[in-house]
């Protein structure tokens, strides 16, 4: 039998009616890592408090000693040093309040703009919905991402990893991905594990600038801050956006990046003297970020009905996607973006390898018109590629082989998108259905970047009902298709009124 949900960490807390206090005693601290002797009745994960106010908490024990993760600053810790344990798991406070600010693992404001007035206190670790409380992921989250709602698409529940070598825009895609959820009801959280500040200051920058803010807040432990608190802070961004999801609330969470958070689970564990597996990663790696990543997902009616999605952030060396974290995460997660450098640095921004990058899940739940325009896509794009090596020698090629030259560079302008600049799925239905039709294949790729800049904006104000009707049904109908083939057909009118 399933077990019901509440069998979790929090009923254990409700039903908990004494009030276990302990004293015990600090042998040893080593790094982020203090030994206690004297805590009998600890469990894993319960917070603890040193008698100088630092908090932690119990990684570990055996017969004789606890092992605690320091979550201050270790040097105010001495040997010989009281500290006080209640047999609770690590709570956070969770609440409406928290969008629109920056908070720490411990949910505590890091913006200076005061205090947040929270609602509950969620435990930092739990567990995952079981099956009975899911159901099969059917609705679109929409990524304003061109190449990735057409080809790599993501469902509300899901997880798509994204992955790639170092500045190859991994960030700004997540971010913008956030950026395209304005007014449409979801909760985004960017959580920041040990990255510098300057990253966390670029993205609550980007976020801030796109307007993002109204449904979004920032979890952030930087490189600066303790090690414990870093390997905590993807657990509170998990416990916050829980409480949004048991709203019946749709969360997107992007964790920027798990590679920071593997290394810190490494240092931990070494300190805690437990035997060191491939690339020195704890025996234990697979276990951490797949207890993690299973907290997403999309819970049934009777959950209230809520979701969270995950995009969680991967960085590899050299383009290995084989290496021990690249490959535990991917096969964790239901698909992955892969970013790469070459892309990237000709021009084509995002940078998504289509050969390498996949989504298991999101396909199913593409809308009907969506569907209809992106089924081709893929195949010619990467026919197109392939096309594209081996002719890049060849002089006089067949006028076949031209012809489809021609459609590709057309594709590839389409689907180069800005940084900050989120289209609207209507907006990628008419661009990729004028591909679709041929009715770019005879035009130059200045005609193709107006075509993609202006078109839209000229549609809407020629025929609004037709936007918004594509908007609603998501679907081509025969009516809306007689009606853009007559706008493709104005817009391109050689003396016709000029769009815009
Ligand atoms: N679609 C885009 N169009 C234009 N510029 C972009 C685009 N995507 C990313 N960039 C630029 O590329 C640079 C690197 O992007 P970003 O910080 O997102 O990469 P990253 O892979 O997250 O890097 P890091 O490894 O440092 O985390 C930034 O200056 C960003 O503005
Ligand atoms: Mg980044």
Redesign the pocket.
Known sequence: MVEPREADGRTALKSRQFDIKEIGLVREVKGMVARIVGLPSCISGQLVTFSSGVLGMIMGYDLHEAHALILGDAAEIRTGEQVYGRAEPLRIPVGDAVIGRVVNALAEPMDGQGAIAYAAHYPIFRKAPGIMERVPIAKPLETGIKILDTMVPIGKGQRELIL?D????????ALDTILNQQGKGVTCIYCCIGRSYS?LARAVQHLTAGDAMGFTFIVAETAAAPPGRQFLVPYAACALGEYFMDQGKDVLIVFDDLTRHAWIHRQISLLLGRPPGREAYPGDMFYTHSQLLERAGALSPEKGGGSMTFLPIV?TQQGDVTGHIPSNVISITDGQTY?STPLFTEGF??AIDLGLSVSRIGSKVQSSAMRDVSRPLRLEYLQFKELERVTKLRANLSEDMAKKLTAGAVLRELLI???SQPVPTEHQIVLFEAHRRGVLATRSIEEVRRFKREFFGFLQQKNPALVEALKVTQALTDQITARLTQAYAEFFKPEGVRPL
């Open positions: 790639g170092r500045m190859t825009g991994k960030t700004t895609l990253t960085e970013l921004k995002p998108q800005d940084r």
